[in-house]
């Protein structure tokens, strides 16, 4: 089973594993329809648990400026304000714009750290900053869409609007015959967008927006960039709050700086920070 792109109304499209490569993010270029994008998300794992739990960066972000965590004026803030959702739009398939996401997210990784662990149903193995790739195709791209798809089929197989509408519910089976050319054609995108064509024509969505099961680009270094960032790579300082030397604590457990991470804790727990005893379970 491969990797599944979900969207509103249920929709849902399974990369032929071996046969089509995940290239979500290439359909907007390619096609001229749309936008393709990325949705920053912090992925973890926690203690006891094989299945991955995530935030949204954006959205995470969004809630600490809105309840005053986070600074209106500095790089989240200004991230913030560019952006509609809580995603990225990307132009360009072979770069994905992490980097603003993770200058802000560093700035402000006490209160991220303190925020995602306090939400956790347990102590966290592990933390990464990832990108899920998406979709989002509006009522105004039907059209362009729709000549995308017709380009790779033969003539006697095209399609036109009312024939999208005709066939809405009937299921994949209705365009099957379309379905059996378009196999192959362009590693797959023209199928792609047939199938997120008709789930939008179907339920006469406005937007159809859809993404991955799984991230699929990852930030690499991002916790050794928070370290740098507030200078956490010497000594603690003796006269930091629990609660910052806790999130300090977390970013270098995350940066798998374990004899580090170890020693933080335990300033941790002389301090009276008691959420660190969990984590000091993890690196025994």
């Not at 926690?46 to 790089?75: F, N």
């Not at 304000?81 to 714009?97: F, N, Q």
């Not at 690499?220 to 928070?226: S, T």
């Amino acid at each position: 089973m491969g990797r599944t792109i979900r969207g509103q109304k249920g929709f849902s499209y399974t990369y032929a594993e071996g046969e089509q490569p995940v290239n979500l993010l290439s359909l907007a270029a390619v096609s001229g329809a749309g936008t393709s994008l990325v949705v920053p998300e912090m992925v973890g794992r926690v203690s006891g648990s094989d299945v991955p739990i995530s935030w949204s960066c954006l959205a995470l972000g969004r809630a600490l400026v809105e309840r005053g965590k986070a600074s209106r004026q500095g790089e989240l803030g200004a991230l913030l304000r560019k952006l509609d959702g809580d995603w990225i739009r990307v132009d360009d398939p072979r770069h994905v714009p992490l980097e603003f996401v993770q200058d802000a997210m560093a700035e402000n990784v006490v209160a991220i750290a303190l925020r995602i662990d306090a939400e956790a149903k347990g102590p966290l193995l592990s933390l990464a900053l990832a990108g899920t790739c998406g979709y989002h195709l509006p009522r105004a791209d039907w059209h362009r869409m729709l000549g995308f798809v017709n380009e790779s089929l033969p003539h006697a197989k095209r399609l036109d609007m009312g024939m999208l509408r005709e066939t809405a519910g009937k299921g994949p089976e209705a365009l099957a015959a379309q379905g059996s050319s378009l196999h192959g054609e362009i590693e797959g995108l023209p199928f792609v967008g047939l199938s997120i064509l008709c789930h939008a024509v179907g339920h006469d969505l406005e937007g159809l927006l859809v993404h991955e099961d799984e991230p699929e680009v990852h930030a690499e270094g991002f916790w050794d960039l928070a370290l740098a960032w507030h200078d956490w790579l010497g000594e603690p300082a003796g006269s930091a709050e629990p609660s910052v030397l806790f999130a300090r604590a977390l970013v270098a457990h995350f940066a798998g700086r374990k004899i580090e991470a170890r020693r933080l804790f335990l300033a941790c727990a002389d301090a009276g920070e008691r959420r660190a005893t969990r984590y000091l379970a993890l690196l025994r």
